[in-house]
C-alpha cells in the first residue's frame, strides 16, 4: 500500500522514482496477503497458504534470507528442474555453513549416491554441532507439493517452543517414504542470513559497497573513517 501510485494528489518524487523501481508492482500477477494470527512456528505459517495453493506446487522463499546470485534466477530455476525431474515432493536449497553456525538452521543428512541432485534421507532443527548430521543447512528456499499440509497437520509442536517447526514436516514427508532432494548453492551465489541485528548490519555492508550506483563513494567513506579510527 505505501508503494501504490497516488490517485488523489502527485506523489512526492522519491515515492516515484521507488515505485517506478519495483517492477513487480506492474507485473501480471496478484499478490495475496495472510496473516498468521500468532507465532505458533514457520510449519503453521506456510499452512496459511494451503488454500491459495490447492493442488499446485508452489515455492516458498523466507524473508529473512536474501540470495545473491551472478545470475539471479538460476538457483529457482535448478530447484524447479530438479521438481520436474525427479518428481519430488519437495526440494531444498542447501548452503554448506561453518560448525558454529548449524545450531541456527535445519540440517540435512544425504544419502550416498551419484546424480545431480542430492537426495536427502534426514533433517532435524538447530542441532547441537555434535548431533548435526552435516554441515549441509537449507537455505530459506523450498519448492513444496501439497503434501506438505497433511505433514504440517501432524507435526507436533516443541515442548519448549510450542511451536510447529518447518523441518520437522519435512522429515514427516521423508519418513513417508517420500523423496525429498537438496539443490546446493552454486559458486556465486551467496545467502545473507538478515534475522538478527547483527546479521543483518552484515548483510546491509556487503551489499551496499557493492552497490553500482553508491558503492563507491560508500568504501571511500569507510576507507576515511578506518583511517580516522587507526589514528
Do not use: N
Amino acid at each position: 500500500d505505501h508503494f501504490h501510485p497516488a490517485t488523489e494528489t502527485e506523489p512526492e518524487p522519491l515515492k516515484r522514482q521507488l515505485w517506478d523501481e519495483l517492477a513487480y508492482a506492474r507485473a501480471e500477477w496478484r499478490c495475496y496477503f495472510v496473516r498468521q494470527p500468532a507465532p505458533t512456528g514457520l510449519a503453521d505459517a506456510v499452512a496459511t497458504a494451503a488454500e491459495f495453493v490447492g493442488q499446485e506446487p508452489f515455492l516458498l522463499s523466507l524473508g529473512d534470507s536474501i540470495i545473491t546470485s551472478d545470475h539471479p534466477g538460476q538457483l529457482l530455476e535448478r530447484m524447479a528442474q530438479c521438481r520436474a525431474e525427479t518428481g519430488a515432493a519437495c526440494v531444498l536449497a542447501l548452503e554448506q555453513v561453518g560448525a558454529e553456525e548449524v545450531h541456527h538452521y535445519g540440517v540435512v543428512r544425504v544419502r550416498d549416491g551419484g546424480g545431480p541432485w542430492l537426495d536427502i534421507a534426514d533433517l532435524v532443527e538447530k542441532p547441537d554441532v555434535q548431533a548435526a548430521p552435516s554441515h549441509l543447512t537449507i537455505a530459506a528456499r523450498y519448492i513444496f507439493t501439497p503434501d506438505i499440509f497433511d505433514c504440517i497437520r501432524s507435526t507436533i509442536a516443541g515442548a519448549r517452543s510450542g511451536a510447529r517447526e518447518l523441518t520437522d514436516s519435512i522429515r514427516l514427508l521423508v519418513q513417508q517414504g517420500k523423496r525429498v532432494c537438496g539443490v546446493p548453492l552454486a559458486p556465486g551465489e551467496a545467502r545473507y542470513d538478515i534475522g538478527d541485528f547483527a546479521s543483518y548490519f552484515r548483510a546491509f555492508c556487503e551489499l551496499a559497497i557493492r552497490d553500482e550506483k553508491y558503492g563507491y563513494t560508500l568504501r571511500q567513506y569507510l576507507a576515511r573513517r578506518q583511517d580516522d579510527l587507526g589514528a
